[in-house]
């Protein structure tokens, strides 16, 4: 299948910082990426959807003002969380979908730690 | 009613056994089924996909969906300790983005 980059793997910040985390397809064009939560035990939560060269479509509840999302390139999105509270420590996942619905392939996730 | 209904297990067999996961959906729109396999701290990895109704089969996974009666099924064959994992269900209709199941957590048992 193909590779879905993320990075960093593991990241621990001190509250009211700043994170920024990077998704990549590392061999195909994603027209557009999907960025996801997970708490332990549960299912992925989708936050955002985002297609290249547009704004990001968010899902209800999601802060778009605390989790900026930008979709530069066909191979390239990055998640910034803002402001960043112990509250947002979770497990964040990033997705890359090619020319089908079914094409849709997963980062490793990048677990944040916020102090 | 939840758009896709899968029971989380925790779902525990032998190695060796056939192996049977489900998901039952609500929304008949659904058009293109997949089966997700994540491991503990990892990414989801896209193990099978289905377009409309019908069995497809690659190695030890065989894929099943049953439009008429909105039920999906994976089954794995001889099963080994390294496919003790978490298997998502997801479906979607056109490019909307995927919808999943919570997940069943398996465990084969050397």
């Known amino acids: 299948g193909a590779v879905v980059s993320q990075h960093p793997s593991r990241v621990i910040c001190k509250s009211g910082t700043s994170v920024k985390i990077e998704c990549r397809s590392l061999d195909f064009q994603a027209t557009t990426m999907f960025w996801y939560r997970q708490f332990p035990k549960q299912s992925l939560m989708l936050m955002a959807t985002s297609n290249e060269g547009s704004k990001a479509t968010y899902e209800q509840g999601v802060e778009k003002d605390k989790f900026l999302i930008n979709h530069a390139s066909l191979t390239l999105s990055t998640l910034t969380v803002t402001s960043a509270h112990p509250e947002d420590s979770s497990f964040y996942i990033c997705s890359a979908r090619g020319t089908g619905p079914y094409e849709q392939y997963f980062g490793p996730g990048t677990r944040l730690t916020v102090t | 009613q939840k758009e896709v209904e899968q029971d989380p297990g925790p779902l525990s067999v032998p190695e060796g056994a056939i192996v049977s996961l489900n998901c039952t959906y609500s929304n008949s729109a659904f058009q293109y089924f997949m089966w997700y396999r994540q491991y503990s701290r990892k990414g989801p990895e896209l193990l099978m996909y289905?377009?409309?109704?019908g069995n497809k089969e690659d190695g030890r996974f065989t894929a099943q969906v049953d439009k008429s009666s909105k039920y999906i099924s994976l089954f794995i064959r001889d099963s080994q300790p390294s496919d003790s994992a978490t298997y998502l269900c997801a479906m979607a209709s056109g490019n909307t983005p995927l919808v999943f199941g919570k997940g069943t957590r398996l465990s084969v048992i050397a």
């Open positions: 289905t377009y409309s109704s």
